[in-house]
């Protein structure tokens, strides 16, 4: 099993434009999330999914969205990318069983 | 608004010495996990406690789930260099059925 998968792992933006990381688990877990982790803050949940077709806000979702076709996959979109969104991101996925995550790798993302 | 607060934010050690992290909440928790993270990687799982008071032992490193279920402390003894890392709480809120809220991390850095 490759657990988490994101891609890419690193990527540059200018302000205002768009794009999308990917995120896919080969677990089977029904349950997906995005964080992103910022100095001194720890982790702060961006959106969920408790399954396929069914997503969620967290902490901190505005200007990103997501959505959750498939169990395997769960992307998120940056609509118009600000500085304030450079960030390491990471994306994480849970049997369900006390939200033990498992994590991706993550993206660290610059936006100029 | 930080619902728990670890402390301490770094700590610099000498190999074989022992060390307490401590992550602290007034909220309670149904559950609290530790997580380790290395630079360049997602966090990976340490350990679930559920059951206050409850104590765990992996190896060197031993976790407690307060009485109350509002705190935890990782106790770590005779430190090695494979030790250091980011070590993160996170507590799974008994009134939101989903989302983890996670401390802000110690840095541990263990000297050979």
């Known amino acids: 099993n490759a657990g988490v998968t994101q891609t890419p792992k690193f990527q540059v933006l200018k302000t205002g434009q768009s794009m999308t990381l990917q995120c896919a688990q080969d677990?089977?877990?029904?349950?997906m999330s995005w964080y992103r982790q910022d100095p001194g803050m720890g982790l702060r949940l961006i959106h969920y999914?408790?399954?396929?077709?069914?997503?969620d806000q967290g902490e901190v979702p505005n200007g990103y969205n997501v959505s959750r076709s498939t169990t395997e996959d769960f992307p998120l979109r940056l609509l118009s990318a600000a500085p304030s969104q450079t960030s390491v991101y990471f994306c994480?996925?849970?049997?369900?069983?006390?939200?033990?995550?498992?994590f991706g790798p993550g993206t660290r993302l610059t936006v100029l | 608004t930080q619902l728990l607060e670890q402390s301490p934010q770094f700590l610099s050690i000498q190999e074989g010495e022992n060390l307490t992290v401590y992550c602290n909440s007034s909220?309670?928790?149904?559950?609290l996990q530790w997580y380790r993270q290395e630079p360049g990687e997602g966090p990976v799982l340490l350990v679930t406690?559920?059951?206050?008071?409850e104590v765990k032992k992996l190896k060197r490193l031993t976790f407690q789930f307060g009485d109350a279920r509002k705190d935890s402390s990782l106790h770590i003894t005779a430190a090695q260099p494979g030790d250091t890392g980011l070590y993160l709480c996170?507590?799974?809120?008994?009134?939101?059925?989903?989302?983890?809220?996670f401390g802000s991390g110690t840095r541990l850095l263990v000297r050979p």
């Open positions: 994480a996925s849970t049997p369900g069983a006390y939200n033990e995550q498992f």
């Open positions: 677990m089977n877990h029904e349950y």
């Open positions: 999914s408790v399954g396929a077709g069914i997503t």
């Open positions: 909220s309670v928790f149904s559950s």
């Open positions: 406690v559920v059951t206050g008071g």
């Open positions: 996170a507590g799974d809120r008994m009134d939101s059925s989903y989302k983890l809220i």
